[in-house]
């Protein structure tokens, strides 16, 4: 309401009581409005005020004995003072001494945003929030610090668990430190005589689009509680602490900090750390995952993710360490331009990757080999997906025919450029793979193989799986046409997709089998006129079909 200056709240009748039961009140983007809020507002938990910059509020006249979760964006900065202060000045007529001693302290979630002269946060942010759980901090152009050291170590958050800060583009490091590194061991005795900053009880850290940050706190190992640590959009973040972090971390995912370089030297501490899922995405100045040598990845890693990282180079420093996590499940890299071999796997060791369900391997454009091991012991490896990598000479292990059969008998998905087949499965047949239900083949990375798919689809000598529920067939620039072959033995296809095959101009629609659920084709001019629906010369094959989408573009799926 943007025109809304002024809310009569009824305190000149003292008989009216019009909100003595509202639990939630928000008020949003109402620029002039200027002060007042009901006065009783007894069972109010959630209290939102935002975008409301010219509201001031009069604490005399306020009474919020059961607030739970407050949030206030773009006000005035005397404004949250006030509210968050209020505990101090209620009145004892108004409320009874019981009700006093849980005022504010009843707060678990606070959420401030768009404070204008914030530079970090006063004694008076959190004081007395005994209960407080998570704070949220969005968008304050002036903070530069949470907590400088005298604040810090006075406050006291036993229940503090979850914090979020984003788009506090000042925001240089948590709090303050004692940057003389001589004095480091001093101040660790000293905190734990003074006991733990509210911060360090931490479970949930995340940083978002702070383009100042330069580092974490170096003191970061201590936090005991921490369960879950994401970065994202801090470009000025060049390395993490040496001093590594806390051994309770599980989950750690690095986005968009362009400076990085490496992640750990903490990581080779191998039997001190409890990681399970480490996500690093986006980081083009990333050479290696472990910084020092004599260590590997995490045994207790269950993912491993890794999307463009343009110099990465290595997931290991030195070349011949070995990766033993035998409870890894999912490993994803993809567009890591440099990245040239993954490292052994100890394939002496039975329990090593038994529990691998998916690798993706894509665009890995100069990727030549993956070191034994990977296969030996992957018996529950479900899905794989090996493309866009176009140095990738052989898959250990799998030229004998035998060997990859026993290795791939769980395999439901398989993804495989055209090159894959000539250079992997072409001996063994991916017929001989009878638990495959899905398949996408891709055509050739580099345009001088194009001749290698020729114009027809299978090529010689290839039987797909009779399992097959879903098949697509994806950039094949120079096919013509899908053989009558390819569906005679597909009694359980339902979804058929085909992409960037701009040549193709016949389908063997009347040996499309019956069981198909789905036809999907995109950027085939020559066959959309054919397909159109009541109209073209294949519709009347199609027609049984529940869903047909034939278009001319090629947009990506």
């Excluded at 002496?348 to 080999?369: M, T």
Aim: with cysteine; aromatic share 8%.
């Amino acid at each position: 309401m943007p025109e809304w200056e002024y809310w009569y709240t009824f305190e000149d009748d003292k008989e009216v009581q019009p909100f003595t039961h509202v639990s939630e009140l928000s008020i949003k983007n109402c620029p002039k409005l200027l002060k007042m809020l009901p006065s009783d507002l007894l069972c109010l938990n959630n209290l939102d005020i935002t975008g409301c910059p010219q509201f001031l509020v009069e604490v005399s006249s306020l009474v919020l004995p059961s607030l739970t979760s407050l949030t206030m964006n773009d006000v005035p900065l005397t404004s949250l003072q006030a509210v968050l202060e209020m505990r101090s000045m209620i009145n004892d007529e108004v409320i009874s001494a019981n009700a006093k001693s849980k005022h504010l302290s009843s707060i678990t979630s606070l959420s401030i945003g768009m404070i204008e002269e914030l530079e970090f946060l006063p004694k008076w942010v959190t004081h007395g929030l005994m209960e407080l759980e998570a704070l949220k901090i969005t968008r304050c152009e002036e903070l530069k610090t949470l907590w400088r050291n005298e604040v810090r170590v006075q406050h006291s958050l036993p229940g503090f668990r979850h914090l979020l800060i984003r788009g506090c583009p000042r925001l240089v490091s948590l709090f303050e430190e004692d940057e003389d590194e001589e004095k480091e061991g001093q101040h660790q005795q000293q905190q734990q005589h003074e006991g733990l900053p509210c911060i360090v009880r931490l479970e949930h850290l995340r940083i978002d689009n702070c383009e100042k940050l330069e580092k974490l706190p170096r003191l970061l190992h201590t936090f005991t509680f921490l369960r879950e640590l994401y970065v994202v959009k801090c470009p000025s973040l060049g390395s993490f602490p040496e001093t590594g972090f806390p051994c309770t971390l599980k989950r750690l995912e690095i986005r968009d900090c362009e400076a990085l370089q490496s992640l750990f030297r903490w990581i080779t501490q191998i039997n001190d750390n409890n990681l399970e899922v480490l996500g690093v995405l986006d980081c083009p100045s990333l050479t290696c995952l472990i910084s020092s040598r004599g260590g590997g990845l995490p045994p207790t890693l269950k993912e491993l993710q890794i999307y463009r990282c343009k110099k990465l180079e290595a997931l290991l420093v030195e070349e011949g360490m070995e990766i033993n996590c035998p409870f890894l499940e999912f490993v994803w890299i993809r567009a890591c331009d440099r990245l040239k071999y993954l490292p052994g796997a100890l394939p002496n060791n039975n329990n090593n990757l038994r529990n691998l369900s998916q690798l993706f391997l894509n665009g890995c454009e100069n990727l030549e080999y993956i070191l034994e091991g990977w296969f030996h012991s992957a018996i529950n490896l479900t899905q794989l997906d090996i493309t866009g990598c176009k140095k990738l000479k052989a898959l250990p292990g799998l030229p004998h025919v035998l060997q990859a059969i026993n290795y791939l008998t769980s395999l439901e998905y398989l993804g495989m450029n055209i090159s894959d087949w000539n250079n992997h499965f072409k001996k063994i047949g991916l017929h001989s793979f009878l638990s495959l239900t899905t398949l996408r083949i891709e055509g050739p990375i580099s345009v001088h193989l194009s001749d290698v798919a020729g114009s027809s689809f299978p090529i010689d000598g290839m039987l797909l799986p009779t399992s097959l529920i879903s098949l697509s067939i994806v950039n094949f620039r120079n096919l013509e046409k899908l053989s009558s072959k390819l569906f005679q033995y597909l009694a359980s296809l339902e979804h058929l997709h085909i992409r960037g095959c701009p040549s193709l101009k016949s389908l063997p629609v009347q040996r499309l089998p019956p069981s198909l659920m789905e036809l999907s084709i995109n950027g085939s001019r020559k066959i959309t006129e054919r397909c159109e629906k009541g109209k073209g010369k294949y519709w009347s094959h199609l027609a049984h079909i529940p869903r047909v989408h034939v278009v001319d573009d090629d947009d990506d799926e």
